[in-house]
């Protein structure tokens, strides 16, 4: 099995890649650390750096006074962008097309920081780690490999090689168990990587390992907790339960913080995860508590008590207790989409959950607790695949445009003069042109959209009274073929192909041929596309070849027209298309936006069918393990999704005639939860009614009596204008009862307990003798048949609503 997934691994695209390499496959990487190590620095700056390696922000707040300090830091945070894909800022810092790293180190910038500070003033004093291993791979990579972690070398050593681990051997030992493949690079400095990623994708067999710990916790201390800690070095979290695994996952919870400084304790809110802290250090008991003596290492730990017993609520006392060096909220990911130690159980309670892999994390700024804004904010980077969830009003498909704005025009900015309403406007207006232009394109699904419609299908169509079938493209491949257009500058690449030259073979990376008749394009030393004329006459040189539906002709006599960029821009058209061998920027293309509102109303699953492993960041056209499908009707075309598609979905979480999302999609989208916001109601009054007021009480009825998920949105009041009752009339009319009398299926008693009697009127007194004989003791006592009264223009709303929100009315007394 392991043989059959190693040689699997050796025919990806990827592998290819690394073999076929003339360069140091991270050689802007050794460029950068060489410099650092021959860096020359003043004697003021080196006491500087050498007083401050440990404190990353001190360093920091440094750099941003000097510029020398500046440029140093810059400098190792270049380093570290080839080190660690987790690295901060790791896509402006990383100058690779790609964004390429050593590996998923999973190590605190303030470490990576540190030790290569003391890496340039003191070598012998960094310790054996992920550091020491990432600086010796760059320095030497012949003899040192990307597998950083101590801890997996131990591992592998052990279930793979066999052996006790060795750290003076290992790389002989790796090479040693590949050496049956006789695998072959072209630049042998590559040979330990390749080996590397072969390591991690057989990781099944060997890893035993985790990443972190979730909890379950779904009251509401965090969003305080993450307010206070602001000024604080640390914050203090503690659990009632030990994790699942007991001491062995407080061993290999020790193991990471030793190794990368820390792990992170993912929090998950219904059944969401919306909170990650980053734990640098954990006690279990009081004697370790004073040993570790955390107060002596940092100035401020918020929550801190000396006493291990003090950790304690009303109701739970602390068996673990966390010291944080950085709790956020992030954007709502189902816990679903994380990966569990050995496939325990997801978290319920105060159960702590060892997890082995976490999907993409975008953070929420603690400025800004709008879900809309907070995606929206210009510093954080779109996921490629997101949904917005929550009940109906909240205004997901509001954000959705906001978003989508953004994302297909970057350049778009909110002038600080605009007020809520003119930003709103602005948006919609740039919306319509984006829409209009075809970069955004919006679409709803329902339960009989199917994959024909959406991906591709055969229709018929009447010619001259003639039925033909033809493949039609759907929604989604169309806009896919804008996007993958924009993909490439072919001028900038035409003239680099007639001056780069292939990395196999050292000759012009495009060549087209004529010989004996015959033509022959290749590209970086692969044949691609060939043809043998068969009626080329000395009397009829030209020969008409189809390219991408496209009849273009080669003079079979001028060997140097075959050059000419108008033939090579369409060849190169026919290579992006069939099979992606040029790849354009994406940050100089255009990025398309589908908009997928109400995607859980349709079967997910078959309106995607096979292209839903396509989703995925990774495999999507220019990335390192792209994939290409065929489709089932135009068989000869090869199908990928381009890297500058953007997906936005919307689900509404009280709709019950809804489809469920299956896990193999939700894996593959980030979820951010859009709940109602009374705040953003502040201030509004309608005939003395508060707006938010009102709103919170309906909302708190709603989720005693429900659940959190059929609460009411906020836009179902936002545009409503100050002291004009008619509107408010015409929201309960139309939109709130409508909704309360679905959640309830018109249990009129539930529904009364939420808005009150002002709504309803006794139609009909009855008493117990109106039923017939039975031997029961349920007969209901003598009351009264209810009905919604009319809402017309004799209504009086405001009496209502005040009946709502039991306000009493003052009694008049006589002056």
């Known amino acids: 099995m392991i043989k059959e997934r190693i040689e699997q691994y050796l025919t990806t695209q990827f592998s290819e890649r690394i073999i076929n390499t003339q360069d140091f496959f991270f050689q802007k990487g050794q460029d950068a650390l060489q410099k650092w190590m021959n860096l020359s620095i003043n004697n003021e700056d080196k006491a500087d750096l050498e007083k401050l390696a440990g404190d990353y922000e001190g360093l920091q707040t440094l750099a941003s006074q000097k510029h020398t300090i500046n440029v140093i830091l810059n400098l190792l945070f270049e380093i570290i962008s080839y080190c660690d894909s987790k690295a901060k800022s790791k896509d402006y810092f990383n100058q690779y ?165 820390y792990f992170k304790l993912f929090y998950s809110v219904h059944g969401n995860v919306q909170y990650v802290a980053e734990i640098i250090d954990f006690v279990e008991n009081d004697s370790q508590l004073k040993e570790k003596n955390w107060p002596s290492k940092f100035k401020k730990i918020d929550g801190y008590e000396n006493d291990f017993s003090k950790y304690n609520d009303d109701n739970k006392s602390a068996n673990i207790v966390f010291l944080t060096r950085k709790f956020e909220k992030i954007q709502s990911i189902p816990a679903a989409s994380f990966i569990t130690y050995k496939g325990w159980a997801y978290p319920v309670q105060d159960n702590l959950t060892p997890i082995i892999s976490e999907p993409d994390i975008i953070a929420i700024p603690t400025n800004n607790n709008s879900a809309t804004s907070s995606i929206m904010n210009n510093n954080t980077k779109s996921p490629l695949n997101q949904i917005l969830y929550g009940p109906p009003g909240t205004g997901k498909t509001y954000a959705t445009k906001e978003l989508a704005v953004k994302i297909a025009n970057p350049d778009f900015v909110f002038d600080e003069l605009w007020n809520d309403e003119k930003k709103r406007e602005e948006i919609i207006k740039e919306y319509k042109i984006l829409f209009e232009s075809g970069q955004i394109v919006f679409t709803t699904f329902h339960q009989s959209m199917s994959y024909e419609d959406f991906v591709e299908g055969i229709k018929p169509k009447t010619i001259n009274n003639q039925v033909e079938y033809e493949v039609e493209d759907g929604i989604f491949k169309q806009i896919c073929q804008k996007a993958s257009v924009k993909n490439g500058n072919f001028d900038e690449v035409i003239e680099k192909l007639k001056h780069d030259v292939s990395e196999l073979d050292g000759k012009p990376a495009l060549t087209i041929k004529y010989a004996n008749n015959s033509f022959s394009l290749i590209y970086r030393g692969t044949s691609v596309f060939y043809v043998q004329p068969q009626n080329t006459t000395k009397d009829n040189p030209w020969y008409p070849v189809n390219i991408n539906n496209m009849r273009i002709a080669f003079d079979t006599n001028d060997y140097e027209r075959l050059y000419n960029p108008t033939y090579i821009r369409e060849i190169l058209n026919y290579l992006v298309k069939e099979y992606a061998l040029v790849k354009g920027k994406k940050e100089n293309s255009k990025n398309y936006v589908l908009i997928i509102d109400e995607i859980n109303r349709g079967n997910v699953s078959a309106i995607f069918g096979e292209l839903i492993t396509l989703l995925e960041t990774d495999k999507r056209i220019g990335e390192d393990e792209q994939i290409f499908l065929d489709l089932p009707y135009s068989k000869n075309e090869k199908f990928g999704i381009p890297n500058n598609l953007y997906l936005i979905g919307t689900m509404n979480t009280a709709d019950r005639s809804v489809e469920a999302l299956d896990t193999a999609l939700r894996r593959r989208f980030s979820f951010t939860e859009v709940m109602p916001e009374p705040k953003l109601l502040e201030g509004k009054f309608i005939g003395g009614i508060a707006l938010d007021k009102l709103l919170e009480t309906i909302n708190k009825r709603i989720e005693i009596l429900l659940d959190r998920d059929h609460t009411i949105g906020h836009s179902y009041f936002i545009k409503l204008k100050e002291d004009y009752s008619e509107g408010l009339k015409q929201v309960f009319k139309n939109c ?80």
Request: some cysteine; hydrophobic content about 35%; proline content about 3%.
């Open 97 to 261: 097309d790609d964004n390429r790293t050593l590996a998923m180190a999973y190590v605190r910038m303030n470490h990576w920081i540190e030790k290569l500070i003391m890496f340039k003033f003191n070598p012998d004093n960094v310790p054996v780690g992920s550091i020491r291993n990432a600086i010796n791979y760059l320095l030497d990579p012949n003899n040192n490999a990307t597998i950083l972690s101590e801890n997996h070398r131990i591992m592998i050593s052990k279930t793979l090689f066999k052996k006790e681990y060795n750290p003076g051997n290992f790389i002989k030992d790796l090479e040693e168990y590949f050496s049956s493949y006789q695998i072959k690079v072209s630049n042998s400095k590559n040979y330990t990587y390749l080996l590397s990623c072969i390591i991690y994708f057989i990781k099944k067999e060997w890893l035993d390992d985790i990443i972190g710990l979730m909890a379950s916790d779904n009251t509401e201390w965090k969003d305080n907790t993450i307010d206070k800690m602001q000024g604080s070095d640390c914050t203090i979290l503690w659990n009632s339960k030990r994790p699942t695994g007991t001491d062995n996952t407080l061993k290999m919870l020790r193991s990471k913080i030793n190794d990368g400084g």
């Open 736 to 815: 709130i009862i409508p909704l309360l009398q679905e959640y309830f299926y018109g249990d009129y008693e539930k529904i009364g307990m939420i808005i009150g009697t002002g709504f309803f009127d006794e139609t009909q007194k009855y008493d117990s003798k109106v039923f017939a004989t039975f031997p029961t003791q349920n007969y209901p006592e003598n009351g009264s048949l209810l009905s919604f009264k009319s809402i017309d223009e004799d209504f009086n709303i405001i009496d209502a609503i005040k009946i709502l929100l039991k306000i009493k009315e003052e009694k008049k007394t006589d002056a």
